[in-house]
């Protein structure tokens, strides 16, 4: 069986059809992917424990069709000067409760922040929030249309 290596963590094909189900249902029975793995219910569910408490898995949420709940969705580019510190980005994003995921990049721009906001008014406020540091040079704000997601 092929072992693949993520960060000191050894993930091998059974977990990652594990994680492959979870990703499509959060809402999955462990009961249900042992049937789907071949596996019995006990060794499914050490693993996913194994995967939770390592961080593998850090949680479980509903996936909200942004068109239906009458929130608009953006994604802002962030740039900042100097080194790219991800604490730096992290305390600007935790403190904006829109900010629902920050990916940092390698090239430009230094990082993609994903916000929701109820108008385009509330999308302003949550923008010039994330402006805020005098490390950030500059943004760029894309506003979502339609998405989709495999996860």
Request: with cysteine; hydrophobic share 45%; net charge positive.
């Amino acid at each position: 069986m092929r072992c693949l290596v993520h960060r000191e963590r050894v993930l091998d094909e059974i977990d990652r059809e594990i994680i492959r189900l979870l990703r499509e249902d959060g809402r999955r029975t462990v009961r249900d992917i042992a049937r789907r793995i071949g596996l019995t219910v006990a060794p499914v569910k050490r693993r996913i424990d194994r995967l939770e408490q390592t961080g593998v898995i850090t949680g479980y949420s509903a996936r909200i069709n942004t068109a239906m709940d009458g929130e608009l969705e953006a994604v802002v580019e962030l740039r900042v000067a100097g080194n790219l510190d991800l604490e730096m980005i992290l305390a600007i994003a935790e403190g904006v409760p829109e900010v629902t995921e920050v990916l940092t990049l390698a090239g430009d721009p230094d990082a993609i922040i994903r916000v929701r906001a109820v108008n385009i008014h509330d999308l302003q406020r949550v923008v010039n929030l994330l402006r805020t540091n005098g490390r950030v040079t500059g943004t760029k704000t894309l506003v979502v249309l339609n998405s989709w997601s495999r996860a």
